[in-house]
C-alpha cells in the first residue's frame, strides 16, 4: 500500500461521512427560484450565515412573488436598519410596526414587522420579516406553540404573525461555540441539540421542508467528540422523531468568511481562535489538505444551497432525507 493511500484510508476513517449518510447530492446554484413564496422560519439569523441567507433572499430574488420570513431572536438587532444601510441603493422599506404582547403571566414578547421591496423598477414583490423577540430562548418553543393554536382565544399572535398554515420551510443555523457557551453559563448541547429540536419538533408538520445546518462529520467523531455527538443526535431525532414533508441535512466543513488573511487578520485582532481557524480555512480552500478538516467551503456556497433547496424545483424532491457535504457546495 502506498502512504497516499494508506493516507486516504485514514482520512476515510476519521473524518469522511460516507459511513453514516445516505444520500449526497451535487446541487446547481445558478438556477432561478420559481417557487419564491409561503412563510419561512429562519432560526440562528443573528450568526453568520443566518444573516447572510436573509440578505441574500431580500436583495436577490425579487421575481414578483410576495413572501415571509419569521426569525426568533434574544434581542433587538435593528435587522431592518442594518439591511438597509448594506443595501441603501437597492432596498426600501415600505412600512415598519412594533407590537408587545404578554401571556401566561410572565413571558413578555416584541413582534417587529418590516416589509421591504426593491427601488428597481424591474423588480416587483414584497418581502415581510417578522422578527420574534424574546430575551429567554428556554421559551421559544412555547411561544411558537401559541403561533401554531387554531385557537383565537390561545393565540395572541392571530393578528400580527402570517398564518401558521403558511409555513412551508424551516431553516436551522442556529449553534453555539465553545467560547460562547463559556461566557453565558450554558452547555453546547442545550442550544446545539436541545433548542434546535424543541422548536423544531414543536413547529414543524409534514407540509415544510427542514434545513438542518449542521457539521462534517465520521461515525469516529460522532462517537468520541460531544459537539459532533450533538450534531449527529440532532440530525437521528429529527429524522425519526418529527414530522416534516423533506428534511435535507447541510454537513460543511469550515466556513469561510473573508477575501483574503489581511482581512482575516483585521477583523479579528482581538479573537486569536477565530483568526486561527479562518487563516486555515482560507488558505486550504480548494487544496487537497482541504479534507483533513472536513471541506472549506464558502459562506456565500453554503448560502445558496439553502435558497435551491427551499424556493427551486428538483428532480429529486421525492427523496425524503437528503445529505449534502462540503465538497458538494462548491458553485
Not at 413547529?203 to 434545513?211: A, D, G, H, L
Not at 486561527?276 to 448560502?303: H, M, P
Request: hydrophobic share 35%; aromatic share 10%.
Amino acid at each position: 500500500m502506498t502512504i497516499y493511500n494508506a493516507l486516504k484510508k485514514c482520512y476515510e476513517f476519521l473524518l469522511d461521512s460516507d459511513s453514516i449518510e445516505t444520500d449526497n447530492k451535487n446541487i446547481n446554484t445558478n438556477s432561478d427560484f420559481p417557487n419564491l413564496n409561503g412563510v419561512t422560519l429562519i432560526l440562528g439569523s443573528t450568526g453568520v450565515i443566518g444573516f447572510k441567507l436573509i440578505n441574500k433572499l431580500i436583495t436577490d430574488t425579487f421575481k414578483g412573488s410576495d413572501f415571509s420570513l419569521v426569525l426568533l431572536k434574544r434581542r433587538d438587532t435593528d435587522t431592518n436598519k442594518l439591511l438597509l444601510s448594506m443595501n441603501e441603493y437597492r432596498l426600501k422599506l415600505e412600512s415598519l410596526k412594533n407590537k408587545e404582547f404578554i401571556f401566561d403571566n410572565d413571558i413578555s414578547v416584541t413582534i417587529t414587522k418590516s416589509i421591504f421591496s426593491s427601488r428597481l423598477i424591474n423588480e416587483k414583490g414584497t418581502v415581510t420579516v417578522y422578527e420574534i423577540i424574546h430575551s429567554n430562548s428556554n421559551n421559544w418553543a412555547t411561544i411558537l406553540e401559541k403561533w401554531k393554536s387554531a385557537d383565537k382565544d390561545t393565540n395572541p399572535f392571530s393578528y400580527v404573525l402570517p398564518n401558521y398554515n403558511e409555513l412551508t420551510g424551516i431553516v436551522s443555523c442556529l449553534g453555539t461555540t465553545k467560547s460562547q457557551s463559556k461566557i453565558e453559563h450554558i452547555t453546547q448541547k442545550s442550544i446545539d441539540y436541545q433548542l434546535n429540536y424543541d422548536i423544531i419538533s414543536t413547529i414543524s408538520n409534514e407540509n415544510i421542508t427542514v434545513i438542518l445546518l449542521t457539521s462534517f462529520n465520521s461515525s469516529l467523531l460522532s462517537s468520541t467528540v460531544p459537539y459532533f455527538h450533538n450534531k449527529w443526535q440532532l440530525e437521528q431525532d429529527i429524522n425519526k422523531k418529527v414530522d416534516f414533508k423533506q428534511l435535507i441535512i447541510l454537513r460543511p466543513g469550515p466556513y469561510i468568511l473573508y477575501e483574503n488573511n489581511s482581512e482575516v487578520i483585521k477583523k479579528n485582532i482581538s479573537d486569536i481562535r477565530i483568526m486561527s481557524s479562518q487563516l486555515i480555512a482560507l488558505n486550504l480552500y480548494e487544496t487537497q489538505l482541504s479534507r483533513f478538516v472536513g471541506y472549506c467551503v464558502k459562506a456565500e456556497d453554503i448560502v445558496k444551497i439553502i435558497i435551491c433547496n427551499l424556493y427551486s424545483e428538483r428532480k429529486d424532491s421525492i427523496e425524503k432525507v437528503i445529505f449534502i457535504k462540503s465538497k458538494n457546495m462548491k458553485n
